[in-house]
């Protein structure tokens, strides 16, 4: 009989197995250190799980014959998108994510539990969060340094993932000091996207897959470009959503954006117009509250900054649909990544 507990998808199982054999190294290594690494498969449960799935469909979609790879590859971005995402919120200064509290969050309490007084406290969530976020990162780079492919292959994805980790550390880092721009313009918000979240999300895992595939340069390029294009209108989705979504469908809150002055194309775009004098005093306010958020939201509606960046996702994906258009990808995976990409406006609605 089949055990109910056990994961059915493949990924799901992989990733059960790779955190039942680093808990069982960090047994050996203090209680608090095998909680740390509870925590860090709590961070990585659930999802949708995106990047492995482009990995997967390049992969087979370019005829590859090598899914324990592929698999492999997508585990490690999936890694990848655990850590950037744990050591986002340790900028943000957040402790939940989803209503839950995240690495930082439970190892807080875990402090507290322990005695630590508040600063003590958040020391400790700050820590394990770091923590966390590094192992996941090493963990991912690890997975495809031992895969079991040609040197030049290996070598190749390799440096795929390289490459991610190295644009989007420029993305987050312009994505903070942005915020003390007097004015960013559109293009600016644009290049942030593109480094923080495009390139590791949605260029680098298509690209690995059709390099695991054996596929041609002209496939990997048009890929590439596919997935730097439709990961900006996704990213777009996400800050248009980080506003005006439902936080119970988000899992995330539609103050903090606005609390931390984010710079968005909502922002760049409101900046030239006659609502900027009510947005500008609340932006950035750390105690911002649902009124006056509310407030921002009419005006950002009043100003058309919700439809120009509505429009703005809408050209990146037919420019990405466009990039599809070529005979080194084959029709049915054409077909599988364009529904993708339009399903980025799709979230806006």
Known sequence: MTDPTLPTDPLEADLRGFFAES??????????YRALWDALER????????????????????????????RRVGLAFELLHTAFVIHDD?????????????????FRER????????ARAALWGETAALLAGDLALSAAHRLIAELDIPATRRMQVLDLLDHAVFVSAAGELADVTNTEAEQLGIDDVIATLEQKTAVYTFQAPLQAGAMLAGAD??????????????GIAFQLADDVLGVFGDER?????????????????????ATGTGE???????????????????SVRRALVQAGSLDQTNR??????????????????PTALRDELAALARSAVERMR
Request: charge should be neutral; proline fraction near 4%.
């Open 23 to 32: 808990r069982s190294r960090a047994e050996r290594l203090g209680t608090h």
């Open 43 to 70: 961070a990585a449960s659930g999802g949708k799980r995106l990047r492995p799935r482009l990995v997967q469909l390049a992969h087979d979609g370019l005829g590859g014959s090598d899914p324990i790879a592929a």
């Open 90 to 106: 340790v900028i943000d200064g957040d402790t939940t994510r989803r209503g839950m509290p995240n690495v930082a969050g439970s």
């Open 111 to 118: 402090g507290r539990e322990h005695g630590a007084d508040e």
């Open 217 to 230: 340069e002209r496939a990997v390029a048009a890929l590439g470009r596919f997935g730097r294009l439709a």
């Open 249 to 269: 469908a988000t899992g995330k809150s539609t103050l903090s954006d606005l609390r931390e002055g984010k710079q968005t194309t909502l922002i760049a775009h």
């Open 276 to 294: 900027w004098p009510v947005i500008s005093p609340l932006l950035g306010k750390a105690d911002l509250d649902e009124a006056e958020a509310a």
């Open 312 to 329: 703005i996702a809408r050209e990146h994906v037919t420019l990405a649909l466009h990039e599809l258009d070529t005979a080194s990808v």
